[in-house]
C-alpha cells in the first residue's frame, strides 16, 4: 500500500511539475512576456521614417499643443487601456509585489486585445501608499484612455479608485469591484426572473467582505435590493453594527439583527453570494433556504459548495458558480473588456453607475435572446436558452462585443459622460463586428467545442516525441482521449520524459498480444481487396503497418478519429487511407482544405495537398465539400474561385476550367455564394471587387472566406508562403469527402498544428456522430 501511495504521489508531483515547466516554457519562448509593441503605420523606407519621427512628427504635435484633444485624433490614446497594480492581491496569491504581479497583467491586457481589441500598457507601481500610487498614475494618466485598476488589496483599493475617478478626465474601473459585481448582477436579475421574486423583497446573504463583494452588494443595491434585507458575513461570521473596528466599507452594510452565523444568515435567506472560500456552505444551510433558492458560490476554483452536491440537495436550487464546467459562469471577461470598448469609442470622461447599469440590463437582456447555432456549436450544440441552466451569456458568445459597448456608450451619452458622440449606431455595430474577426479566437471556440466530448483519437506515429506530446496536450486539455500506436518501450520512455504520466491505451501492431486484432482487421481487409490483388498473407503484412491499423481502428469503431503524416510525405502517409476508408456518399474524388487565421477571420484554402491539376468538375466538387467543412464552423462560406484572370479577362485551358466550375455552381447551388474567375487581390479586398465588379456575387461587404484555388501548385505555395511569412495559426490540412474522421498532417508539423489539427478531427467525429442519430 505504502507503494502504491508513492507511485500515485510521485505521478501527482510529476505531472504538477509538468505543468509548471510548461507555464514557465509559455511565458519565457519565444520570447518573454505575453504581449508586445507592433508598428501600425509603414516603416520600410526613409520616407515612412521621415513622417513616424522628424521632422514630419511635428505637424501632429503642434496639432495637439493647440488642442489637447487631438490627442485621441493622432496617438493610439483613443484604444489604450493602463492595467495598473501594486501587487498587493493577486490573484490567489495575496501580497507578491509589483513585479510578481506582472505577468497576471500581461495576461489581462492579452484578454482585452483578443475580446475587445483594446491595446493595453500594463504598469506594475511599486507603491503600497495611497497617497504615492494615486500621485504616480495621475502622472502617467495624459498616456491612456483609460485606467483599469487590478489586484490591490482592500480597502486602499476604494479610496484609490474613488479619487483617480474624481480627478482624472478618463474612464477609471478597479475590476475586482466592479466585473464581479457587474455579472453576477446580470445574473441575479435573470435568476430572479425565473424563479418569480421580486428584488425589493429578497433576503441576500453575502458571505465576503473584500472588495467585490462591496462592490457587488451596492450594485444589487442599486438595482433595487432593500439594504435591510441584506446580510454580509466576513471570516467571523455576521457583519454586525455593534463588531468591533468596522471599516467604513464594512460598517455600510453591518446589520443589527440577532445572528451572528453564516448558518443563522442563512436560514430563510433567498439569495446566496459566495465570494470568500470553498466548501463553507453546507446541505443543511442550503436546505435551510427558502424556495427556489438562488445560490452564486463563485469562489475559484473551489465553490463554496460543490455545485453536484449543491444540486443534489436542493432539486429546486439555481445555481452559478465561477466555474467554465458548470452552468451558469460568473466570469469576468463578460464584462470589462466590453465597458472600456464603449467608454473609449464615445470618450467617455468616466464610468459611472448608469454605464454599469447599462451593461447589466444588456447582458442580462442578451441571456434571454436566440442563441444563435454558431455560439451553440461550441458548446457542443448544448440547449443555451433562457433557463435555470443558462442565465447570462457564456464567454465565447461572439455577440457580446456588439450587444454590450452599444449599451455601455449609450449610457454614456445619455448621462453627459461622453466627449465623442455616436449618432450612427448601425455603423458603429458593423464596426465592433469587424473588431471581432481574430483567427485565433476560431481555435479556442474549436477547443471549447471539442472538450463538450472528447473522442479517441489514434496517432499511428506516437514514438515521435512531438506526436507524442500532441497526444500529451490533447489529453491534459481534455480535448480528446489518445491512442497511441509504436514500439511500447519507446513510447514509455517518451512518456517519462515529457512528464506524460496518464494511463493512455499504446498498441504496437506488430506484437503477438495483437495478433488477433491484426487477424480481424487483415480479414476485413482482404475481404474488401481480394480482387484487386489482394492475398490474405499481403494483407496481415499490411496490417503490421501503423497507419493501416490505425485506420482500421477508426473503421471497426474501436478509434473515432485518427491523426498522421508528420514524419512521412503526404502521398505516402494518404494511400494507405484511401486503400482502407470509403468515400462519403455521391463523393467521386478527396479533396483537402486548411485553415488560416488571419486578422480578418478564418480563411479556407482548398486544395493544397491532393489533387495536382483538378478538372471542372473535380474543381466544383472540391467547392462544395469545402462549404460544408465551412458550415461545420458555423460560418457562412463567401467562395472565391481564384485564377490569374478576371470573369473572363485572360483566356486559357487554365482559367476556362475555372469558369465552367463557376457556371455549374452557379446553375445547380445558386444560393452558395461563390464567383470566379477571380484574381486574389480582388477576392479578399472588398472595396476593390465592389468598385471594379459590383456584379460578383462577392460583394457583401467582407471579401471572401474561402479561396479554391486552380491546381495544387498555385495552393501549396501561397499556403505555405503565408504560414512562414505571417506566423499565423492554421488548421488542416483536413481531408474532405472521407467517411471517416481522418486526417493527414504536413511533413514535421509543429505541435501547436497537430493539436489543432487533431481538435478539428474530434469535433468531426462529433459532427458524424450526430448526424447519424
Sequence with gaps: MRIVLLIYYYNINMKDNRKKQEALDYHQFPKPGKIAIVPTKKYASQHDLSLAYSPGVAEPCLEIAKDKQNVYKYTSKSNLVAVISNGTAVLGLGDIGPEASKPVMEGKGLLFKIFADIDVFDIEVDATDIDKFVETVKAIAPT??????????????????????????????????????????????????????????????????????????RLYIALGANPKNIVMCDSKGVIRKDSPNLTEQKAEFATDRNIHTLEEAMKDSDVFIGLSKGNVVSPEMLLSMAKDPIVFAMANPVPEIDYQLAVNTRQDILMATGRSDFPNQVNNVLGFPFIFRGA?????????????????????????????????????????????????????????????????AKAAIESGVALKPITDWDAYREELIERSGKGSKEIRLLQDRAKRNPKRVVFPEADHIEVLKTAQRLYEDGIGIPILLGRKEIITELKEEVGFTADVMIIDPKTDTEKSRREAFSEVYWQKHQRRGVTLVSAERLMRERNYFGAMMVNTGEADAMITGYSRSYPSAIRPILELVEKEEGVKRIAATSIMMTQQGPLFISDATINVDPSAEDLANITLMTAKAVKMFGIEPSIAMLSYSNFGSASSKSTQKVREAVAYLHKNHPDLVVDGEIQADFAINPEKLAKSFPFSKLNNGKGANVLIFPNLESANIVYKMLKEIQRLDTVGPIVLGLSKPIHVTTLGSSVDEMVNLATLAVVDAQERELRKK
Design 144 to 217: 491612456f484612455g483609460g485606467i483599469n485598476l487590478e489586484d490591490i488589496k482592500a480597502p486602499e483599493a476604494f479610496e484609490i479608485e474613488r479619487r483617480l475617478k474624481e480627478e482624472l478626465d478618463i474612464p477609471v474601473m478597479h475590476d475586482d469591484q466592479h466585473g464581479t459585481a457587474i455579472i453576477s448582477a446580470a445574473a441575479l436579475k435573470n435568476a430572479l426572473e425565473i424563479v418569480k421574486k421580486d428584488i425589493h423583497q429578497v433576503k441576500i446573504v453575502v458571505n465576503g467582505a473584500g472588495a467585490a463583494a462591496i462592490s457587488c452588494t
Design 344 to 408: 473609449l469609442d464615445v470618450r467617455a470622461t468616466k464610468i459611472n453607475e448608469e454605464m454599469k447599469l447599462a451593461a447589466v440590463h444588456a447582458l442580462a437582456d442578451m441571456a434571454k435572446k436566440t442563441v444563435p447555432d454558431q455560439v451553440s456549436l461550441v458548446y457542443g450544440n448544448e440547449n443555451l436558452s433562457f433557463g435555470r441552466n443558462y442565465i447570462i451569456p457564456k464567454p465565447f458568445d461572439y455577440r457580446l462585443i456588439y450587444e454590450i459597448p452599444p449599451a455601455v
